[in-house]
């Protein structure tokens, strides 16, 4: 089946070239250069003139003109089509066909609706389901603050030490040992974020035999940081007290290396589920029984609402056998890339060998900042602010989707993070709320771009937008669903 073209485009009506013409250009350039195959299919003619904001005329004048230049061709039933048989493609030939090169790398493309999200999400749409903190909530005067304090002293921005700042890493280990966890300095890799950290696993740790079992949904399934490296993702259900580890064919694990568990024990993306420390303790004695490692990721973790959360999986493990990732991602800012890995020594200078070949180290002025975060105290400061902030938030959301919602969802109240995971009690399509949402201003995340199956849920957020804008956009999900 043909598949239909992506246009992220649109003509300037500014511009004394007419309309139709800077539509024929667009669509000779693109097929030119590569970036359309010459078996794709264009939108329709009403579609098109939507998205360019033109009379219907005016795009039947740039396809004739392409038609007539043999670029497209009309197939009763099959829509218009990019051909090949067309001299003016000819007098383009010094083009590079870049198609060729974009699609023979081995890391693989996001899912289309994961490519639309990530677009939108810098346009002018409501944000239902971003997995960030609204940026009104970044700590303006405490950030002043910080980097007053490091003016004093910075006297470069050279590179540094292959596993990161010093200081940071030192400021680290106080932290670690605060959650139970017992690390030295050279047992913490600094990372562009914590996704960097899965990046380095995958690259250096894994291939295309191991397997890498994972709840099912994971965020990890929305990412192609495994599966472009021929690893295979292998689902495993939770329920309240997490991942249901005993799923695990162990007959699949003697004799065999090379597989790995990967977890969100605390406030689980998307689901928001904490793993109980009953079932902590039985996944790390499994775990050792097996030989089978584990990365934890903690990015959620200090966001708790109401008490201490549960202790790290890497706090009851007494001989390493598990990957602790850590980030300032969602508790501080994203943009700062951020991120710490805890493992034996040997791994970890394995791991930071790799990252100076990738990138020669995380942004110096960023470890510089967050050094000076926790040094202060000034990070634990907004820590507390920003989960009596999120408590806030939450507690308004769930007003919201009790009062537009009601009886047509269920959810788990979250105890901490970013997310509620709302399953719809009838079956519906989430991808047609999705586009319909699109039609009303708002994005939001399929709960199918999570899973490994098709599911009846949405991943929605309120640590984005502010509770009246959450509210309204709540309302207006309750009547689009009403009309599907």
């Known amino acids: 089946m043909s598949k239909r073209i992506n246009i992220q485009w649109q003509p300037d009506k500014n511009d004394k070239t007419p309309i139709y013409k800077q539509i024929v250009n667009y669509f000779s350039m693109m097929i030119v250069e590569g970036h359309w195959s010459l078996d794709e299919n264009l939108p329709t003619q009403r579609d098109l003139a939507k998205q360019f904001n033109v009379n219907r005329s005016t795009i039947v004048s740039a396809m004739d003109e392409l038609m007539a230049s ?65 940026p009104s909530l ?45 690390a030295n300095e050279k047992q913490i890799l600094i990372t562009s974020g914590s996704l960097q950290a899965l990046q380095l696993i995958s690259l250096c740790m894994l291939n295309d035999q191991s397997i890498v079992y994972t709840e099912a949904p994971s965020y990890i399934k929305s990412l192609q940081v495994f599966q472009s490296s021929g690893i295979n993702l292998a689902p495993l259900s939770m329920d309240d007290d997490g991942l249901k580890y005993w799923q695990i064919n162990t007959s699949r694990l003697k004799n065999k290396r090379n597989q790995i568990i990967y977890t969100i024990p605390d406030f689980h993306n998307p689901t928001s589920v904490s793993m109980s420390s009953l079932r ?66 040997s ?63 269920s959810y788990r109240i979250p105890k901490g993070g970013f997310y509620i995971w709302l399953e719809f009690k009838k079956k519906i399509s989430t991808e047609k709320i999705f586009q319909k949402a699109l039609e009303n201003n708002i994005l939001l995340n399929p709960g199918n771009i999570y899973d490994f199956e098709n599911n009846n849920c949405i991943r ?21 669903i009403e009309d599907i």
């Open 70 to 134: 043999g670029i497209i061709e009309t197939a009763y039933g099959g829509g218009t089509k990019i051909t090949n048989n067309s001299w003016p493609l000819l007098a383009y030939s010094t083009f590079t066909n870049w198609r060729d090169f974009i699609s023979a790398g081995p890391f693989k493309s996001n899912q289309e609706i994961i490519q639309t999200i990530n677009k939108l999400e810098f346009e002018d749409y409501i944000r239902l389901g971003t997995g960030e903190l609204d």
């Open 138 to 182: 970044f700590p303006k005067k405490l950030y002043d603050e910080v980097m007053a304090n490091i003016s004093k002293d910075l006297i470069s921005l050279n590179y540094l030490e292959p596993l990161g700042l010093l200081d940071l890493r030192k400021e680290l280990v106080k932290r670690l040992a605060l959650e139970g966890i017992k």
């Open 280 to 345: 902590r303790e039985e996944l790390l004695k499994f775990s050792l029984k097996y030989n089978l490692p584990i990365i934890e990721d903690s990015a959620y973790s200090e966001l708790f609402f109401d008490k201490k959360k549960t202790k790290p999986l890497r706090a009851n493990s007494n001989n390493n056998n598990v990957l602790y990732i850590g980030t300032v991602s969602k508790t501080l800012a994203p943009g700062l890339r951020v991120g710490w890995i805890v493992g034996p020594e």
């Open 347 to 409: 791994v970890i200078e394995r791991l930071g060998d790799v990252k100076m070949q990738v990138d020669y180290g995380a942004s110096s002025i960023s470890q510089l900042i967050v050094k000076e975060f926790f040094a202060s105290g000034l990070y634990d400061k907004h820590l507390i602010m920003i989960r009596k902030e999120l408590k806030m938030r939450r507690d308004n959301a769930i007003k919201a989707i009790d009062k537009y919602l009601g009886d047509q969802v």
């Open 460 to 480: 929605l957020s309120y640590s984005y937008e502010d509770s009246n804008t959450l509210n309204k956009a709540i309302k207006i999900l309750s009547e689009i």
